[in-house]
T-cell receptor, first 112, second 114 residues
Framework: GNSVTQMEGPVTLSEEAFLTINCTYT??????LFWYVQYPGEGLQLLLK?????DKGSNKGFEATYRKETTSFHLEKGSVQVSDSAVYFC???????????FGQGTILTVHP | DTGVSQDPRHKITKRGQNVTFRCDPI?????LYWYRQTLGQGPEFLTY????????KSRLLSDRFSAERPKGSFSTLEIQRTEQGDSAMYLC????????????FGPGTRLLVL
C-alpha cells in the first residue's frame, strides 16, 4: 500500500538558517504530494502541493519539488523565522477518493 | 480558520460510554473525510463521504464506529462502548471535487477515554 516516510525530528534551528525536511514515499501510480503544517493550537493547513513529476510547489518561502525518480518531496526554506515553528506533515493522495496518507510529522522549532 | 468546524473540541469520557462528534463542512463542499491522529503520529484515514454516500471505510474503523452524513451536509462520527485505545484527535476534512484534491481540515475533537 501507499506510505510516506519523513525525517525524524525534532529539528531545532536558529532564525535565518536553511531548512530541509526530507520526505520519501511509496505509491502505485502517480500520486499528488502535499505538505501540511500544524501551528501550535491550530488545525492542519495546506502549505503547498505538487500534482505531477517535476512540479514545484511553493508558498510562504517554502518549496518542494516532486521527484519521481527518487520518490521524494523534500521541503526547503532558505531562511526560517521563529513563526515557522510548527509540525510539518508530508502526505500523498493517490488512492481512490483522494484520501490522504500522511507521514509521522516533523517538529520544527526556530530560536531567535 | 479553514471554515470547517468541529464540535466538541474536547471530550472526556469513561470507558464503555458512547460519544458522538460533529463536523460542519465548508458550504458546498461535497467531499468529507474523517481521520484519527494519535500523539506523535500523522493522521490516519477512517472514512469518506461524497455527498451523503459513505464510499470508503478504513479497516481501522471497527464495528463500534459509525459515521453518517445525512443530506450531504454535516457529518457525525459515533463511537460506541469506548475503549482507552480510542483516545486520539479526530479530524474532519472537506473538499470540492476530486479534481481539486485539496482538503481543508477542521480543528479536531480531542477524545480522552478514562
Amino acid at each position: 500500500g501507499n506510505s510516506v516516510t519523513q525525517m525524524e525530528g525534532p529539528v531545532t534551528l536558529s532564525e535565518e538558517a536553511f531548512l530541509t525536511i526530507n520526505c520519501t514515499y511509496t505509491a502505485t501510480g502517480y500520486p499528488s504530494l502535499f505538505w501540511y503544517v500544524q501551528y501550535p493550537g491550530e488545525g492542519l493547513q495546506l502549505l503547498l502541493k505538487a500534482t505531477k513529476a517535476d512540479d514545484k510547489g511553493s508558498n510562504k518561502g517554502f518549496e518542494a519539488t516532486y521527484r519521481k525518480e527518487t520518490t521524494s518531496f523534500h521541503l526547503e526554506k532558505g531562511s526560517v523565522q521563529v513563526s515557522d515553528s510548527a509540525v510539518y506533515f508530508c502526505a500523498l493522495s493517490g488512492t481512490s477518493y483522494g484520501k490522504l496518507t500522511f507521514g509521522q510529522g516533523t517538529i520544527l522549532t526556530v530560536h531567535p | 480558520d479553514t471554515g470547517v468546524s468541529q464540535d466538541p473540541r474536547h471530550k472526556i469520557t469513561k470507558r464503555g460510554q458512547n460519544v458522538t462528534f460533529r463536523c460542519d463542512p465548508i458550504s458546498e463542499h461535497n467531499r468529507l473525510y474523517w481521520y484519527r491522529q494519535t500523539l506523535g503520529q500523522g493522521p490516519e484515514f477512517l472514512t469518506y463521504f461524497q455527498n451523503e454516500a459513505q464510499l470508503e471505510k478504513s479497516r481501522l474503523l471497527s464495528d463500534r464506529f459509525s459515521a453518517e452524513r445525512p443530506k450531504g451536509s454535516f457529518s457525525t462520527l459515533e463511537i460506541q462502548r469506548t475503549e482507552q485505545g480510542d483516545s486520539a484527535m479526530y479530524l474532519c476534512a472537506t473538499g470540492w471535487s476530486l479534481m481539486q484534491e485539496t482538503q481543508y481540515f477542521g480543528p479536531g475533537t480531542r477524545l480522552l477515554v478514562l
